[in-house]
């Protein structure tokens, strides 16, 4: 009887993990295929129309030509500004957190504020930027109005993700590094961060892909703008459109939705290469 019920419950159990593992398999292979649909069809209805004077080109009502080399540009530099200043306030914030941070009522609330900062609406950011970067800091609508925007709306990402990636740093690591006589600085930027590269590199890569699909902010802050400045500082002081908010003009105010799958396939060409970077 006792062998029975045994050979009862086995079976039970190999049915339970097949059906598990046929559960995981459908649910990854559901994923591949969304993926994989979503980036097949904006490859065809978009990369036809992509060609080498539409990148490399500026749009121009006189001359009637088209061209997203301002919003290239205008993208660019957005995602420099917002590393310059979010990359190192936000692994400097992690590091205190995880390594300096006595207190765990105050790490508890510091972890509390970024959550919240992280499932804030990006519509919310980019009222808060005009309001805060635009009109009372008087830098107007501009690249820095949207790069300071968007500094604030990563910080949480690079912070938790840089706090994860410390936490997989062996303890043995930091004692060993310290039972030789090294301070705690010097061991953080000698062991503990060249450690976790990886992952601050993952964070950085989510990042990036956040301010490269951002349109609703950054079209309260930086604006629409479409002209070449003839430096890096003049396009601060100006409007400019990034990608995601030239295609959500010509796709939603102009209708044109040929234009708006183009630059659909460039942004995912961008984020796809950022990826491969990365792997």
């Known amino acids: 009887m006792g062998e029975k019920m045994e050979k009862s419950h086995q ?3 190999r049915v339970q993990i097949v059906l598990m593992q046929g559960f995981v398999w459908l649910s990854v292979l559901l994923a591949i295929l969304l993926v994989v649909s979503l980036i097949g069809y904006i490859a065809v209805k978009g990369l036809p129309h992509v060609s080498w004077d539409f990148i490399a080109g500026v749009p121009s009502i006189l001359k009637k030509t088209m061209g997203i080399l301002p919003n290239i540009l205008n993208t660019f530099y957005i995602v420099l500004f917002s590393f310059v200043f979010a990359l190192p306030l936000g692994v400097g914030a992690a590091v205190y957190l995880t390594e300096y941070a006595a ?7 510091v972890e509390f504020a970024v959550e ?6 990006s519509v919310v950011y980019g009222l808060s930027g005009m309001l805060l970067f635009s009109q009372l800091f008087g830098f107007k609508t501009s690249l820095l109005s949207g ?3 968007t500094v604030i709306m ?9 706090q994860e990636a410390l936490r997989t740093v062996s303890t043995s690591c930091r004692e060993g590094a310290l039972g030789l006589g090294a301070p705690k600085w010097y061991m953080i930027h000698t062991v503990v961060l060249p450690s976790c590269q990886s992952g601050i590199l993952t964070g950085c890569i989510l990042s990036v ?6 349109s609703a902010a950054l079209l309260f802050t930086a604006g629409v703008g479409t002209i070449i400045a ?3 500082l003049q396009a601060f002081s100006k409007s400019g459109g990034t990608l995601s908010v030239a295609l959500y003009m010509y796709v939603s105010e102009k209708g044109d939705f040929e234009t708006g799958f183009a630059i659909a396939a460039v942004l995912m060409v961008l984020v796809l290469l950022m990826n491969f970077l990365q792997s």
Do not use: M
């Open 147 to 149: 790069g300071c925007t």
């Open 209 to 214: 892909g956040r301010i490269v699909g951002e």
């Open 116 to 121: 919240t900062l992280a499932g804030i609406p």
């Open 103 to 109: 207190g765990r009522r105050l790490v508890r609330i």
């Open 154 to 162: 990563i910080l949480p990402t690079i912070i938790r993700t840089t």
């Open 11 to 13: 079976i039970k159990r």
């Open 230 to 232: 003839d430096n890096i």
